[in-house]
């Protein structure tokens, strides 16, 4: 998010740190790219995907530098007895770059699911739908941990137990009246 809006601002936009993280948190990067490229004025033709490229190049470098697992993540998964996968609206390139460099890619193994490979991007149901069926259970016995707003939406939407880890502000009531808000990773051992 950091690097979305530093980008933003480096193309012209006045948004704040805060603002940037409201509006594209857990958003389609296609969408992303789109709304920052309507707000620039004199930009080149291929402003969108060169910003994507641009963004993809410097997440990839950030992730190499700082990006840690979730506090709890590799205790969690390693300790798991159900089937368990990632549901992402990233490219599954960037999923498995972020779970190599957290040590996280061995537990999760092949069960990742992408917005890119399913059609289906959050808040969209599909893609939850989808991870469900490849994990070989119906919707309302798979829960969900999520931090963004799309992606609890779409959880709620494919009838699932959602808990999230995104904060009560910004999240619609009756959205916030479905899931379950937990501080950590390590509070899901109370519910599974």
Known sequence: M??????????GLTLSRAEAH????????ADIANWIGAQVEDKPEDFEAEFTRQYRATIAQRFRENLREIPGAFDLLSRLEIPFGVATNGPREKVLLTLELTGLLPLVGDRIFSAYDEGSFKPDPGLFLAAARGLGHE??????????????VAGVAAGMHVFSLHGRDGVPDEIAAKVVFIGSLSHLNEYL
Do not use: T, Y
């Open 139 to 152: 919707p309302q016995h798979c829960a969900v941990v999520e931090d963004s707003i799309p992606g609890l």
């Open 22 to 29: 409201a509006r594209f948190r857990g958003g389609r990067m």
């Open 2 to 11: 950091d690097a979305l809006h530093e980008m933003a601002v480096a193309a």
